[in-house]
């Protein structure tokens, strides 16, 4: 790379063994990518540098403000050992919209997907083979500035790190139990719900908490000013099939414009299936179910592609979607996304980035 600089690791880690619990997020590479912004100077010094510990001052400000932005993605490897990315573009441009919220400086999107490229080349023997399994990367920008007014910074740290992790799913798609929350919210109109940022997840943590000591895996939000409408699950966007329709609620600021989303609703709609985005209710819904016509609910992101509902809980009542099992279009679409992530099948949209 011209402008990428590299940075040799004196000793490399033993990778984990063949089949050796990957889990998510656990393990790291050997190398990470970095890129610092001083103001009046700009995004500069892009390298791949040896995996470690960053050097943060104490009172670098997102330490204590909280101004930082991430995204996720993952390379896959297909069957001749080509290494594969989806729409990698998309993840660069969302980033960038984060940045924009949360007052972080415009990055030069073909760059650092070039450095993404590059620091997954060098990595590659580090992409797990087996079916299911790829290499999580995680790009994330932190506020530097070691300053204590709250205030935009003038200094970032740009990094990606990479971790080889298991597949989602080890026995088929097995539904999730999901909580609907009726006491906290994760974001409001004008708030930074449909931002990629670390703030969300923060402001979530109490009602996941909660919802997991009563045996549900996540939690479905409602709107935080009615309480009414739904938005989405934890780190999921949601899709219910209601009487032969497919129906997502409409991105309005607060929920995050997903990926995975997008993609579903681009493939259901070349399918020739009625597909609406929308605001939809949880009375709604639940009017629905009662009238037998709620087929199915499955949540859409990078990390299960496809995550089927198979219970829902709001208030003292229980909704229990397609006998708790996986529902046909959510297993179509499901085979046809990581068919396309691993190969199997033709890409004929330019999702695909080979390396
Ligand atoms: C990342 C994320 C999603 C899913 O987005 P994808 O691009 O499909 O991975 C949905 N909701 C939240 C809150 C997220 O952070």
């Known amino acids: 790379m011209a402008n990428i600089k590299f940075e040799k690791a004196a000793t490399l880690k033993a990778k984990p063994a063949k089949d050796a619990e990957l889990g998510f997020g656990r393990i790291f590479t050997d190398y990470m990518f970095l890129m610092d912004y001083d103001k009046g100077q700009g995004w500069h010094d892009a390298r791949i540098v040896p995996y470690g510990p960053l050097s943060v001052d104490p009172a670098a400000m997102v330490l204590h403000y909280g101004q930082e932005v991430f995204e996720g993605l993952k390379a896959y490897k297909g069957e001749n050992g080509e290494v594969m990315l989806f729409r990698p573009d998309e993840n660069m441009k969302r980033l960038n919209r984060s940045n924009a919220r949360m007052c972080i400086p415009q990055f030069d999107e073909q760059l650092v997907l070039e450095g993404l490229k590059e620091l997954v080349r060098v990595e590659k023997d580090w992409i797990p083979d087996a079916p299911g399994t790829s290499l999580y990367i ?24 990479l971790c080889p992790v298991a597949s989602y799913y080890k026995e088929g798609l097995s539904p999730v139990k999901i909580y609907v929350e009726t006491k906290y919210v994760r974001a409001v109109r004008g708030g930074t719900g449909e931002a990629k940022t670390g703030a969300n997840y923060a402001v979530s943590l109490k009602a996941q908490d909660e919802a997991e000591q009563q045996q549900y895996s996540q939690v479905l939000w409602l709107d935080g000013v009615e309480r009414k409408y739904i938005e989405e699950v934890g780190a999921m966007n949601i899709m219910f099939k209601i009487d032969g329709t497919v129906v997502t609620p409409s991105l309005e600021g607060t929920i ?14 070349e399918w020739g299936m009625p597909v609406e985005e929308r605001k939809i209710s949880i009375d709604e819904l639940y009017a629905a179910y009662e009238a037998g ?33 996986i529902g046909p279009v959510a297993q179509k679409l499901y085979d046809t996304i990581t068919g396309i992530q691993s190969g199997k099948v033709k890409d004929t949209h330019g999702w695909i980035f080979t390396l």
């Open 138 to 161: 995680r790009p994330f920008i932190i506020a530097m500035d070691p300053f204590l007014g709250v205030h935009p910074s003038s200094k970032y740290l740009f990094c990606i790190i």
């Open 256 to 269: 995050l414009p997903g990926i995975t989303r997008k993609t579903c609703i681009q493939l259901l709609k």
């Open 293 to 325: 016509k709620l087929e199915e609910a499955f949540g859409t992101g990078t990390a299960a592609v496809i995550s089927p509902v198979g219970e829902l809980k709001w208030g003292d009542k229980v909704m229990t979607i397609n006998n708790g099992e």
